[in-house]
């Protein structure tokens, strides 16, 4: 009965300070509802009209949304680079930044939950995937491995964090005998969700662009780049415009996680161009198609001749303590990098897996308007939900919000 | 299943050493051919072993005995159901009550690879009356299983086709496919000769006189394969092969995940991308549940080998309406049957054989 009361006490009193602030934070507040109104309208167009609004054919059949949606298993992964320092090697500098992280893969999580659910034909009949009700092809099939990586770590990526923060809010310490075996289950879990995201891919011997044994390891050391590397944007925002105190300390430790994971990217990335075009062989026209283009077709060349260059340039940056030890330096190469993996993970995995197709037809891909809609607003039904987790997680951490008895 | 160790059932038609198991299809002296026909029956025992369990079923269902009162309770619980949600609607008829609960009985039916005979009529009479109630047309919807002894395959003869599409065309016709997005499950590839099998240079998308000099014509389609990628993948079971070996889809328990897409490596597929409409005239009105029913938006769908046709004895529409011959169709079981004649006297050959997938789809030339 005691701990339901605290709880309705933590429900008010976080509904109160999320939706008090600052004029700047309700313009933000308002900017993303109004943005997930868009996405909603397009999302309603999209289930009036079918699939056929968004620029996918039955020759390219997955898009923008399984682009992101593969993206963002990534970010959900990196909160384990925060997780690990701290409650596992017991590294007290991350304490902070570990709650913002889990709050991000929590927020990054329901973002792919979401983009699974936009690129869904039939999203009404999705009972159909739930075990016991409907039927899960477990273990054939990789997607329902998915499903159950993905929505385990979204439970301990909220129950941590929710046990943390409600023994805080009682101005309790909590007890590291609960929460740290939960750590210790996230960091491997984390590994499994890409891992597993990866073999969703990896297991298909029809699309030879992605049947390669490296795309699970490179989707981690991809991953384990742009999650952190969004972190470290996101500790500097807060730092910026909140009363929570991160130290500089905190931020240099995972810039260098940062920058051991683009240097491994980049020498997987490097492999990966030396097999497709040393020896090439039919096998290799979709990393032609994607970096060259095939048959005057190339749509693809803008981005990823975006991606290399801005991949390359922050990893070298980085690499070099002087910059990467500079505040400004290192905000503009996370940030460079965050779009470079981005585009690398997303439409430049994604859309060359299908071209050219099983018969060599190269049919292009471009999303539609109505796509970019939904996808935006699932972008800002993330930060939304982040916003709202951080406000409440920083709060409770700098004791401002208390149980009153 | 257990002293099959094998994860997919092989035909293995090359192999002269096969032991003879029994001689339930007569055929055993010829060139033991028979001994893969019992070891696909090892493989539908295990489907036949499974519980049949259909929706909400497959939960309360644990014991057999129980099992029709819970099948009871299931239903009643349905009608109830469907009964609140129209009876709320004080000015609608007793034909839009009788719709809604067809709609609604149709929304949480189970898959109909888990269902019973009983449970497959009672869907398709479903499926029956709400066509005759939305469009006061009455069509012919079958559930027929697969029949013992057959096994489906396909042989294409590159050398007589001339590439006129009139098997594309009636198909179309044939399997109700989406008008608008002129959705074809066969593609004619049209080759230069000289160059041998170059797809990447093949035009399968083609608006002139055939068959044009200097090019050969090969067409492709579901090769209903006997280890399919695209079964394995799907996270629901909406698509699997049946004992007769044609590789189905559930229209109404496919999600529309897409990912049976990513897995076929033939371009077998093909998606809703929106409601497929075809003309109330040129309906073809001989259906199948899982062949050429009516399709909704969102689900995926592919050659079925003309299901409704080839259970009843008849050849696909394809292989029928092939001017030249090029096409054959048979029961692989039957040792009198064209296509083992077509397999034991031609040098065969199928598509990437590299990958593994065991396609019931072979290629030849005289």
């Given at each position: 009965m005691e701990k339901i009361k605290i709880l309705k006490g933590l429900v008010i009193d976080s509904l109160n300070i999320t939706t008090q602030g600052t004029k700047k934070y309700h313009l933000w507040m308002g900017f993303l509802t109004f943005i997930m109104l868009i996405g909603m309208y397009c999302y309603a167009q999209q289930i009036e009209y079918g699939l056929s609004v968004t620029g996918m054919t039955d020759r390219v059949s997955w898009g923008l949304y399984i682009s992101n949606f593969t993206f963002l298993v990534g970010v959900a992964a990196a909160a384990v680079m925060l997780v690990m320092p701290t409650y596992?090697?017991?590294?007290?500098?991350?304490?902070?930044?570990?709650?913002?992280?889990?709050?991000?893969?929590?927020?990054?999580?329901?973002?792919?939950?979401?983009?699974?659910?936009?690129?869904?034909?039939?999203?009404?009949?999705?009972?159909?995937?739930?075990?016991?009700?409907?039927?899960?092809?477990?273990?054939?099939?990789?997607?329902?491995?998915?499903?159950?990586?993905?929505?385990?770590?979204?439970?301990?990526?909220?129950?941590?964090?929710?046990?943390?923060?409600?023994?805080?809010?009682?101005?309790?310490?909590?007890?590291?005998?609960?929460?740290?075996?939960?750590?210790?289950?996230?960091?491997?879990?984390?590994?499994?969700?890409?891992?597993?995201?990866?073999?969703?891919?990896?297991?298909?011997?029809?699309?030879?662009?992605?049947?390669n044994a490296l795309l699970g390891p490179r989707f981690l050391a991809s991953a384990f780049a742009a999650g952190p590397a969004l972190i470290i944007l996101v500790l500097a925002i807060i730092r910026n415009f909140t009363a929570f105190s991160i130290e500089d300390k905190t931020i240099k430790k995972i810039a260098m996680i940062v920058t051991v994971a683009a240097q491994i990217n980049l020498i997987m990335l490097f492999s990966e161009v030396f097999k497709e075009f040393y020896a090439p062989t039919h096998h290799s026209e979709s990393a032609y198609y994607l970096f060259f283009g095939l048959h005057g077709k190339d749509a693809l060349l803008p981005w990823i001749w975006t991606a290399i260059p801005l991949n390359i340039l922050a990893t070298i940056l980085l690499t070099f303590g002087k910059l990467r030890n500079n505040f400004k330096v290192l905000y503009f190469c996370c940030f460079i990098l965050f779009i470079a993996i981005w585009i690398e993970k997303g439409f430049g995995l994604i859309v060359p897996g299908f071209i050219p197709g099983p018969y060599g037809k190269i049919a292009e891909y471009t999303p539609t308007g109505i796509e970019i809609g939904v996808t935006l607003g699932i972008w800002a039904m993330g930060a939304f939900i982040f916003t709202i987790l951080a406000k409440t997680a920083i709060n409770i951490e700098t004791g401002r919000l208390r149980f009153k008895k | 299943m257990s002293n099959n160790s094998k994860k997919w059932f092989s035909l293995n038609l090359s192999n002269t050493k096969t032991q003879v198991h029994n001689t339930s299809c007569k055929c055993g002296k010829s060139l033991g051919k028979c001994g893969d026909h019992s070891e696909e029956n090892q493989g539908n025992d295990k489907v036949d072993t499974e519980d049949h369990k259909d929706g909400f079923d497959?939960?309360?269902?644990?014991?057999?005995?129980?099992?029709?009162?819970?099948?009871?309770?299931?239903?009643?619980?349905?009608?109830?159901?469907?009964?609140?949600?129209?009876?709320?609607?004080?000015?609608?008829?007793?034909?839009?009550?009788?719709?809604?609960?067809?709609?609604?009985?149709?929304?949480?039916?189970?898959n109909y690879k888990l269902m019973t005979d009983e449970e497959k009529k009672n869907t398709v009479d479903r499926l029956v009356r709400s066509y005759q109630l939305r469009t006061g047309k009455t069509i012919n919807m079958t559930s027929e299983n697969a029949e013992e002894n057959v096994l489906f395959g396909y042989a294409f003869n590159i050398s007589k086709c001339n590439g006129y599409m009139d098997c594309v065309n009636a198909c179309v016709e044939e399997n109700n496919q989406d008008r608008n997005s002129q959705m074809q499950y066969i593609r004619i590839h049209e080759m230069e000769e000289g160059k041998g099998f170059k797809f990447d240079e093949a035009d399968d998308n083609y608006y002139h006189e055939v068959p044009a000099e200097g090019h050969f014509y090969m067409g492709t389609q579901c090769f209903h394969c006997d280890n399919p990628p695209c079964v394995d993948v799907c996270p629901v079971q909406a698509t699997w092969q049946e004992e007769d070996g044609i590789v189905v889809i559930d229209y109404d328990w496919c999600v529309g995940c897409r990912y049976c897409m990513a897995a076929c490596p033939y371009d077998g597929r093909r998606f809703n991308w929106s409601t497929p409409e075809v003309p109330e005239d040129e309906v073809n009105k001989n259906q199948h549940y899982l062949g050429n029913r009516m399709r909704k938006k969102g689900v995926m769908e592919k050659c079925t080998f003309c299901v409704q046709r080839s259970r009843k004895g008849k050849n696909p529409a394809c292989v029928d309406a092939c001017p030249t011959g090029a096409r054959i169709f048979g029961n692989l079981l039957d040792p009198n049957s064209t296509i083992r004649w077509v397999l034991e006297n031609k040098k065969v050959f199928r598509l990437k054989e590299d990958l593994g997938t065991e396609p019931k789809f072979w290629y030849f030339m005289d």
């Amino acid at each position: 009965m005691e701990k339901i009361k605290i709880l309705k006490g933590l429900v008010i009193d976080s509904l109160n300070i999320t939706t008090q602030g600052t004029k700047k934070y309700h313009l933000w507040m308002g900017f993303l509802t109004f943005i997930m109104l868009i996405g909603m309208y397009c999302y309603a167009q999209q289930i009036e009209y079918g699939l056929s609004v968004t620029g996918m054919t039955d020759r390219v059949s997955w898009g923008l949304y399984i682009s992101n949606f593969t993206f963002l298993v990534g970010v959900a992964a990196a909160a384990v680079m925060l997780v690990m320092p701290t409650y596992v090697l017991k590294d007290i500098d991350f304490k902070q930044a570990v709650l913002i992280g889990e709050g991000l893969a929590v927020a990054a999580l329901l973002m792919c939950l979401a983009f699974v659910i936009a690129d869904m034909g039939g999203p009404s009949v999705l009972w159909h995937m739930i075990p016991g009700i409907g039927v899960f092809n477990f273990p054939n099939s990789m997607l329902t491995w998915d499903v159950i990586v993905l929505n385990g770590y979204l439970f301990i990526n909220i129950t941590i964090p929710f046990y943390i923060l409600f023994m805080r809010y009682q101005g309790k310490v909590p007890n590291p005998k609960i929460y740290v075996p939960g750590a210790i289950i996230s960091v491997f879990w984390a590994v499994g969700i890409h891992l597993v995201t990866a073999f969703l891919y990896q297991g298909l011997q029809a699309r030879p662009f992605w049947n390669n044994a490296l795309l699970g390891p490179r989707f981690l050391a991809s991953a384990f780049a742009a999650g952190p590397a969004l972190i470290i944007l996101v500790l500097a925002i807060i730092r910026n415009f909140t009363a929570f105190s991160i130290e500089d300390k905190t931020i240099k430790k995972i810039a260098m996680i940062v920058t051991v994971a683009a240097q491994i990217n980049l020498i997987m990335l490097f492999s990966e161009v030396f097999k497709e075009f040393y020896a090439p062989t039919h096998h290799s026209e979709s990393a032609y198609y994607l970096f060259f283009g095939l048959h005057g077709k190339d749509a693809l060349l803008p981005w990823i001749w975006t991606a290399i260059p801005l991949n390359i340039l922050a990893t070298i940056l980085l690499t070099f303590g002087k910059l990467r030890n500079n505040f400004k330096v290192l905000y503009f190469c996370c940030f460079i990098l965050f779009i470079a993996i981005w585009i690398e993970k997303g439409f430049g995995l994604i859309v060359p897996g299908f071209i050219p197709g099983p018969y060599g037809k190269i049919a292009e891909y471009t999303p539609t308007g109505i796509e970019i809609g939904v996808t935006l607003g699932i972008w800002a039904m993330g930060a939304f939900i982040f916003t709202i987790l951080a406000k409440t997680a920083i709060n409770i951490e700098t004791g401002r919000l208390r149980f009153k008895k | 299943m257990s002293n099959n160790s094998k994860k997919w059932f092989s035909l293995n038609l090359s192999n002269t050493k096969t032991q003879v198991h029994n001689t339930s299809c007569k055929c055993g002296k010829s060139l033991g051919k028979c001994g893969d026909h019992s070891e696909e029956n090892q493989g539908n025992d295990k489907v036949d072993t499974e519980d049949h369990k259909d929706g909400f079923d497959q939960v309360f269902e644990v014991q057999m005995n129980r099992r029709t009162a819970f099948k009871k309770l299931t239903a009643s619980l349905l009608i109830g159901a469907g009964a609140v949600t129209t009876s709320c609607s004080v000015i609608s008829d007793d034909k839009s009550k009788e719709k809604a609960q067809i709609d609604w009985e149709e929304q949480f039916k189970g898959n109909y690879k888990l269902m019973t005979d009983e449970e497959k009529k009672n869907t398709v009479d479903r499926l029956v009356r709400s066509y005759q109630l939305r469009t006061g047309k009455t069509i012919n919807m079958t559930s027929e299983n697969a029949e013992e002894n057959v096994l489906f395959g396909y042989a294409f003869n590159i050398s007589k086709c001339n590439g006129y599409m009139d098997c594309v065309n009636a198909c179309v016709e044939e399997n109700n496919q989406d008008r608008n997005s002129q959705m074809q499950y066969i593609r004619i590839h049209e080759m230069e000769e000289g160059k041998g099998f170059k797809f990447d240079e093949a035009d399968d998308n083609y608006y002139h006189e055939v068959p044009a000099e200097g090019h050969f014509y090969m067409g492709t389609q579901c090769f209903h394969c006997d280890n399919p990628p695209c079964v394995d993948v799907c996270p629901v079971q909406a698509t699997w092969q049946e004992e007769d070996g044609i590789v189905v889809i559930d229209y109404d328990w496919c999600v529309g995940c897409r990912y049976c897409m990513a897995a076929c490596p033939y371009d077998g597929r093909r998606f809703n991308w929106s409601t497929p409409e075809v003309p109330e005239d040129e309906v073809n009105k001989n259906q199948h549940y899982l062949g050429n029913r009516m399709r909704k938006k969102g689900v995926m769908e592919k050659c079925t080998f003309c299901v409704q046709r080839s259970r009843k004895g008849k050849n696909p529409a394809c292989v029928d309406a092939c001017p030249t011959g090029a096409r054959i169709f048979g029961n692989l079981l039957d040792p009198n049957s064209t296509i083992r004649w077509v397999l034991e006297n031609k040098k065969v050959f199928r598509l990437k054989e590299d990958l593994g997938t065991e396609p019931k789809f072979w290629y030849f030339m005289d």
